[in-house]
């Protein structure tokens, strides 16, 4: 049985760079004939009246829970930085990204024109 | 402190050893556990081993959930269910393997490799709890933590023939838990018995300050009453009753409802007409959660970093791309078109107008009978590599679990013997909300009396 088409490749390759992903052409075709099976099924939703019902987003009936305003002990900064990334630099020696006090990443703003 | 459970932890590493062809364990944590043995406080968990889903935290030891996203992270914090298990007495012995990201329904998607059936090494045993329900079920320890978003503590549970307990939706704190999906993951029990199941269960339920979506409602103790069991009235229900199911499966349903009517219980037909759309609208809401939960891991915090010193957008996609499976990102993906602009109406609120016809058909239901009875699973065990690379069926293997999650209701698999080739069959026993002390009683009267 043949699946529906209701996404394309291009739109998966789309996706992907919205959920911050790379795909290989394999796994771009791949990922578009298992996520087309999955969305015909779901199409089967579309079957039903809803137009009285209410979306549930929570079982419970949980609403705008607070904390008290008062400050408490977090993670320590030494804790934190034991697990920033290590990264494997130039001539493959391994370093962990932090200069000690903040965790390094690539330059994002840069000064002037 | 008991000089046995000195013993037993440090015999483990060579316990697990024996069984290491399961590879149900992905880290021992038996020697930090000897360590703190001689602190660990009197409690009704004294005396002994357990083991927790490699999804949750413990303080200083790896916590992987069976992705390369984690490698390099140590906890720097305790889960706070695994917290009140140390609190009562209990002495942690293994991290287990489970489907990345708890992702899955047979234990084969872990970076670590698959886990077995110790009923049939060449099959699967469940997932995506498979670690934690094997070193129960092969007594490697007394009972286990595993998480359950849509069955993944009463799948295995069935498939290695053991209880497994998926409590109400915040029941226990998520403090700690890796989210999947929020609004469907709560923690669950593993044991080979009743009474060790409620007597864990116990222990970490109850309202915690640092989940706020946990439930603050006194948690009733289980204290076995056969006159009580007896005077439960029994739902049994079409939907979970089909061709769909295996024949084996569907007797042992049939002759259980059977001998409850022997005993004098009272049986009623219910119908719960939404529950084949179940599967559709988990799926839906459960990705959408996770697309929007994982994208916390982005490389620069914590876990694996792709090094790419110019430039940050390659940083994120690099180091997401290598580091979460095939399964994660499918469902990653799956999730972002689902919430992308323009699908929103056509499928995710849509799905959520279904959960509610489903809870609904819960409600209604338990209005005429105390429990529900059905089989946990569709199918027994099946083999290993079976369904890897159709996503689709794998996810129908879950059909009659999902609608307690989408319910957000209790529910229990109890061990009902096995099938002519020795593989365990498992039935479902499920309450109204925070019902599980009623479910026990009905577990605890047909452990006693029902025999296959």
């Known amino acids: 049985m043949a699946t529906k088409q209701t996404v394309t490749p291009q739109e998966i390759e789309k996706i992907a760079r919205l959920a911050k992903l790379h795909l290989s052409a394999d796994q771009r075709d791949l990922y578009t004939g298992q996520i087309n099976a999955i969305l015909e099924h779901v199409q089967t939703l579309e079957s039903l009246d809803l137009s009285d019902v209410e979306p549930l987003s929570h079982v419970l009936d949980l609403s705008n829970i607070s904390r008290s305003d008062q400050v408490a002990p ?14 494997t630099l130039e001539g493959a020696s391994r370093e962990r990204a932090t200069d000690g006090e903040f965790i390094l990443v690539p330059v994002v703003l840069k000064t002037g024109p | 402190m008991s000089p046995i459970i000195r013993e037993r932890l440090q015999a483990f590493p060579v316990a697990l050893k024996k069984q290491g062809e399961l590879n149900a364990v992905i880290t021992d944590t038996s020697s930090q556990a000897l360590e ?66 708890a992702m899955g329904s047979s234990t084969e998607y872990s970076c670590f490799g698959p886990t077995r059936n110790p009923h049939d090494h060449e099959r699967v045993p469940g997932g995506s709890s498979g670690g934690s329900a094997v070193v129960v079920a092969t007594a490697l320890v007394e009972a286990a933590l595993g998480s359950d978003t849509g069955g993944s503590v009463r799948q295995p549970a069935a498939f290695c023939g053991i ?29 080979r018995s009743t009474e060790l199941t409620a007597k864990v269960f116990e222990v970490i339920a109850g309202h915690d300050p640092l989940d706020s979506t ?20 029994i739902g049994i229900a079409p939907e979970y009753d089909h061709e769909g199911v295996e024949r084996e499966i569907r007797e042992r349903y049939h002759d259980l409802i059977h001998f409850l009517k022997g005993q004098g219980l009272t049986i009623k037909e219910i119908s719960l007409p939404h529950t084949a759309h179940g599967i559709a609208a988990y799926y839906v809401l459960t990705t959408a959660e996770a697309s929007s939960n994982l994208a916390r891991y982005d490389g620069v915090r914590y876990g694996r970093r792709v090094h790419a010193p110019a430039n940050l957008e390659a940083l994120y996609t690099d180091s997401r791309s290598s580091g979460f499976g095939a399964e994660v990102q499918r469902r990653i993906m799956l999730g972002t078109y689902l919430l992308s602009a323009g699908y929103m109406d056509r499928y995710y609120i849509r799905a959520q107008r279904v959960r509610r016809l489903i809870q609904q058909d819960f409600i209604t239901a338990f209005e005429e009978i105390d429990i529900l009875v059905t089989p946990t699973t569709p ?18 293997s879950d059909v009659f679990t999902v609608p307690m999650s989408l319910a957000g209701i209790p529910a229990l698999n109890i061990p009902a013997g096995t099938g002519a080739n020795g593989l365990p069959i498992g039935l479902q026993l499920s309450a109204n909300y925070f019902g599980e002390e009623t479910i026990f009683q009905l577990s605890r009267f047909l452990e006693q009396n029902y025999s296959t």
Request: hydrophobic share 40%.
């Open chain 2, 214 to 233: 946990s439930a603050d409602e006194p948690v009733v103790h289980f204290d076995y009453s056969e006159e009580r069991a007896r005077g439960l009235t």
């Open chain 2, 379 to 396: 199918t027994i065990p099946f083999p290993i590599g079976g369904k890897v690379n159709d996503p689709m069926t794998m996810y129908l």
């Open chain 2, 36 to 101: 703190q043995l001689d602190a660990s406080p009197d409690g009704p968990l004294s005396g002994l081993l357990l083991a927790i889903k490699d999804n949750l935290n413990l303080v200083d030891t790896p916590t992987t959930a069976a992705s390369r996203t984690l490698e390099g992270y140590v906890s720097p914090y305790t889960a706070t269910a695994v917290q009140r298990l140390l609190d009562a007495g209990a002495a942690i012995a293994a991290k287990t393997n489970l489907d990345e990201f």
């Open chain 1, 74 to 87: 977090s993670l320590s900064r030494e804790a934190v930085l034991a697990n920033v990334p290590v990264i």
């Open chain 2, 163 to 191: 209880y497994g307990l998926k409590p109400t939706y915040g029941r226990v704190s998520r403090y700690g838990l890796i989210a999947f999906a929020s609004s469907f993951d709560q923690i669950g029990v593993f044991a």
